[in-house]
């Protein structure tokens, strides 16, 4: 008896490890796949953009050089991909070649229908039976009378190393199926794809001239529109009453170091007013830093962390809690019958992040400490760090033009 419980407990050591390997190795065969399908799709992708962007050079030569001098009937008999991206790149590019087409009749080419160029004939006669597609059997379209198309387009997409490639011929559709133009157009697969529109077309370096110009014609001076709400935070004993909120009109200029701003300054002058409470103005400067990459974007929006400091100037009955000593309602109410308007000037240091999208339009938001005011008891203290005290919590709205 203890013999046989030995083995059985022997065979439930060796039984558990090995499970619990094979879970572990079905786990990792999963997550392979997993990435496997993951990476197979993204190339997918990049094949598919790579194709449009090879048929909108084609489309863009045949405007430029049109190979016909009149609208002429064409059918599009073939569309051939790399194996294994199947059926569907197949349609989606068949379908794209329509659709440029179509916005560009300068082309002359007119895509026609032919169900008998794509069928499959047969065709019997003394020597032999012959079975082909329509379109390499031009004779025996003529005698079905299916014929609506006077030439035939071809379009062939193949990868070759990391190039993909696009062979175009166009042949006419008479018995000695004479080839009456071909062209080849090749991208790199590194290459990202320029898709432009079907109804403007342009060619590779009209594009990127396009795209330089879009980034230049703004140029490294922009003048800004800025509207800031400015809240200060409560007292901690309550005892007081904190400013209220200030809201701010700012424009001034905006200096970038390079075109591609990565890092601009700018210097803005504002003013505030809500009548019976109070009015300011104030001088600001600041520097930005652009964190999302080395260059502007016209395509996804860029993120700034920027510092600066401000200089304020005051009055008004609202702006009595800018002071060391506690303001309270009674404060408030007395200055309002005895006509006294308080009148106060301070600085103050900033930090904040400014999301900007297309460089037209940007949301901020900043923390500020006012030093001459750190031991006010009218405020209290968003944010503490080092010994700082940030009592400001400010949001921005810019325009630029």
């Known amino acids: ?10 065979s439930l050591v060796l039984w558990a ?6 879970q572990a190795q079905a786990g990792l065969e999963e997550a392979q796949r997993v990435e496997l399908e993951r990476a197979r799709a993204e190339i997918a992708d990049q094949v598919h953009l790579s194709a449009y962007d090879l048929i909108d050079e084609l489309v863009y030569g045949l405007a430029e050089v049109p190979v016909f001098a009149s609208p002429t009937p064409v059918v599009l008999v073939s569309v051939t991909v790399p194996v294994g991206l199947g059926t569907g790149m197949q349609a989606l590019v068949e379908n794209h070649v329509a659709a440029v087409l179509l916005e560009n009749p300068t082309t002359n080419i007119q895509l026609v229908h032919c169900p008998t160029c794509t069928a499959v004939v047969v065709h019997s006669g003394k020597e032999a039976t012959v079975v082909t597609r329509g379109y390499d059997n031009p004779e025996v379209m003529e005698k079905l009378g299916g014929t609506t198309g006077q030439h035939a387009l071809f379009i062939d997409v193949e990868a070759e190393g990391t190039w993909l490639v696009l062979r175009a011929r166009m042949t006419k559709l008479t018995p000695d199926l004479p080839i009456v133009w071909s062209h080849t157009v090749a991208t790199s697969a590194s290459t990202p794809a320029l898709l432009r529109q079907p109804d403007d077309l342009k060619s590779a370096s009209e594009a990127r001239q396009a795209y330089l110009d879009a980034l230049h014609g703004r140029g490294p001076v922009a003048i800004p529109l800025r509207f800031a709400v400015r809240t200060y935070a409560a007292p901690f004993d309550q005892r007081g009453n904190p400013p209220p909120p200030f809201i701010w009109l700012q424009t001034g200029v905006e200096l970038g170091a390079t075109d591609a701003r990565a890092w601009t300054s700018s210097l803005l002058v504002g003013y505030s007013f809500v009548p019976q409470a109070y009015q300011g103005i104030m001088a600001q400067g600041r520097i930005s830093r652009l964190l999302t990459g080395r260059t502007r974007s016209i395509t996804r929006p860029d993120l700034y962390l920027f510092g600066g400091a401000t200089v304020m100037s005051v009055r008004g009955l609202a702006t009595g809690a800018f002071q060391d000593e506690i303001v309270n309602t009674d404060d408030i109410i007395t200055g309002l019958e005895e006509d006294l308007e308080p009148r106060t000037s301070f600085g103050a240091l900033h930090v904040g992040l400014d999301l900007r999208l297309g460089n037209r ?6 923390l500020e400490t006012m030093p001459s005011l750190r031991r006010s008891r009218n405020m209290g203290d968003y944010l503490f760090v080092a010994g700082v005290g940030f009592q400001t919590l400010g949001t921005e709205v810019t325009l630029w033009f």
């Open 17 to 22: 490890p090995t499970t619990a390997h094979a």
């Open 1 to 10: 008896m203890k013999v046989l419980l030995a083995i059985l407990f022997a």
């Open 361 to 366: 339009i940007g949301f901020s938001t900043f």
